[in-house]
Nanobody, 123 residues
């Protein structure tokens, strides 16, 4: 059974940093793309950063230059380094995975999700 487990959320002040981790297990294919999504109260889940099976990355415009996604293929783990955090980055952050060459930008196209980790940025 494939599963994803996130860790690393927390509360920081504006300008602070956090690093999220997503450990994947139970996947039988190495061609897995992984992404990070976030959901604020009352809003839809939105893509933040994607790392494709090709190792290429895609970022939402709102986080470019501040967030970095990476992946350790040996550990089946992805990371989201978040710097210069802003109050609008607050939300529940979810890790997602899909057995595709390129990651979809739409949340509905993912079969595997973690339980989520809360990130709160105070001003």
């Amino acid at each position: 059974q494939a599963q994803l487990v996130e860790s690393g959320g927390g509360s920081v002040q504006t300008g602070g940093s956090l690093r999220l981790s997503c450990a994947a297990s139970g996947f039988t294919s190495r061609r897995i793309c992984m992404g990070w999504f976030r959901q604020a109260p009352g809003k839809e889940r939105e893509a933040v950063a994607l790392i494709h099976s090709t190792e290429e990355t895609t970022y939402a415009d709102s986080v470019k230059g501040r967030f970095t996604i990476s992946k350790d293929n040996a550990k089946y783990t992805s990371y989201l380094q978040m710097n210069s955090l802003k109050p609008e980055d607050t939300g529940m952050y979810f890790c997602a995975a899909q057995g595709r060459l390129y990651c979809p930008f739409v949340a509905d196209n993912y079969d595997y999700w973690g339980q989520g980790t809360q990130v709160t940025v105070s001003s």
